[in-house]
């Protein structure tokens, strides 16, 4: 009897090893993610990025003392920018909802944040509510918000999960987006944007305050969920691997289950294993999926009992050489009335697409850019002095060798030989 109930227990303690290892395995990588996100508030430069505090603080685990002097760097610096995009009248509905979901998930009261434009001071909420009327009023004599539905999505998540009764007119405009296929971004369809309308709407439908179109917005979400699931691929990814983290949360919110997103949560395991996310702002929106959760937890979020228990560990600097290897890469540039010319280039092997971009500058072939700064990293506004702007629905395109980058000019590397296009494109 004895030697039967051993055998059983050695049986038992072989079997869940596997399991235990998997398990231990993916927390190691979580508590890697989450330390890779601590470590880019002391490296970022520019703004603080709203986004990354709140996935540190929609995480398991914290360092309390290093996100409190990240949240008075977000209302200070953020703040401070944002009052003046305000004060000049630009459209800053995505940023101020980022903002606003930052310091809602810091148990914040934002009630006391205000900001002064024109000699006035405002809430922070009376704020981003007018900025929504400004983009639901440009909705409805042009088709389209001012800035995209993915910031107009923002916007609407934002004052939902913060306890603001959305506009039924603003939301009315999103599910009709929705109805009609119009959740694009830069002219094509965007996954990204789809995550965030669906996290949005299901808000409003948890709210309860949508009772006047109920079907109408069951019937979004349905579409939604359907857009999402239809968008996966093979390898698990829905969209690409930058889509998935927030696709993944959109569907959890809307109330798929965790395991229906098995080979989701394996594709972006398998890429943060890779250091596919290396930016910021990617693993900002893959941390609360892997964890299982959403923006949407923000709404109920609480903070007295907070683990405190993130330590960083002193980290070697790592010095990088330049490659002696070198690849050829061609830069065809193409303006608004289609005028183009091509330019050559010698890059060290493994340079960003940005250095390879300022070596060519500095040729003086005829070459110029100039780039801005986004949550996302630096991007191109002006080339050969044209500007591209979002404000003329234009941007400026950039492929290699025929297909369109999914990383910014500052992720993307020269690992081969290659033509890049860089094209003023209207949307």
Known sequence: MHSLIILTGLLAFVSSKPHDTEGSNNRALLLSLNKELLRSLEEQGGLPNPSVHLALRLSDYHNIAKESAHLNKLKTDLHNDIENSLSRGQSVAGLLAMYTLALKASCYD??????TVDQRSETLLTCLKKQMEKEKEHIAYSHRPLTNYYQYSQGVLALCVSGVRVNTHVTNKLIKAVEHGQLTQQGSECIDTYAMAGMALQCVKDAGSHVQNAADLDSALSK?????????????????????????????????????????????????????????????????????RSYLKVKSKECNNDDD?????????????????????????????????????DVPKGSSLLEGLELLQKKNVGFTFEKESSLWGPFLSVVNNEQARQSDRTYWHISSDGTALS??????????AQRIMIKNTSY
């Open 110 to 115: 934002l009630n006391t944040v205000t900001f």
């Open 309 to 345: 228990s993130l330590v960083l560990e002193a980290r070697e600097p790592v010095v990088v050489l330049p490659s002696q290897t070198k690849e050829s890469l061609k830069v065809e540039v193409v303006k608004s009335n289609g005028a183009a010319a091509v330019y050559s280039v």
């Open 407 to 416: 990383q910014g000019i500052n992720d993307y590397k020269i690992q081969a």
């Open 224 to 292: 939604i969920k359907q857009k999402l699931l239809t968008s996966q691929r093979a390898d698990g990814h829905i969209g690409n691997e930058f889509s998935t983290g927030l696709a993944v949360q959109a569907l959890l919110a809307m109330g798929n289950q965790v395991e229906e997103s098995a080979a989701s949560m394996e594709a972006m395991r398998t890429d943060a294993r890779r250091n596919t996310y290396h930016n910021p702002m990617a693993i900002s929106q893959t941390l609360p999926a892997l964890q299982q």
